[in-house]
């Protein structure tokens, strides 16, 4: 009796190389249409959030999509009431949004307003508005809880069809150049 499995199996063997590849040279590409989109529909006050999209590279056929902030989830998924905000710090980016909107609202009031010297008594002023503000806003927060903004989800829906459609794109290729045509 005569076989011939040690060539099926030296075929296969190729075969699934030549897919691996096909998938390597795929799958970078659908990950940064993903991170594309996910930038697009981030939330954009201070753009922080949509700049920090990052695509990480978690193994040969594995990618993680994700932004990189500390509140991106508690603005995807919202927060039940019981916690506030974080304490009070310079730099938050809570902090600065409220403090743009409250150099706006001066603005808007009076069109000649301008921002307070550092070290001046109309800065500290200006601080210690801010400071309670901001203290209020997380009591708020503490009660009421934060409203959910998805936009996770629904890039992950959009992008669901186009990425396995790619993906079967990429093993057909393979299979075609394992074959010896070229896709």
Known sequence: MRHNAREQAARLR???????????RALPDLANQVASTLRIK?????????????????????YFVHP??????WVDKGRKPGKGLPRFAEGLPAVEWLRRRLVNLAQAANPKFRKPRKGSKRAA????????????WSRHVKFKGIKAHPFV?????????????GLVLAVREGLARARGGQA
């Open 153 to 165: 989800k629904p890039t992950a829906d959009a992008h669901r069809a186009a990425v396995q459609s």
């Open 14 to 24: 190729r075969a699934g190389r030549s897919v691996q590849q096909a998938l390597a």
């Open 68 to 73: 990189n902030t500390d509140y991106a989830k």
């Open 42 to 62: 981030a939330p954009k006050d201070l753009t922080v959030m949509a700049n920090s999209v990052l695509v990480a590279r978690r193994s040969a056929f594995e």
């Open 125 to 136: 002023e200006f601080d210690e508005q801010l400071q309670a503000r901001y203290l209020a």
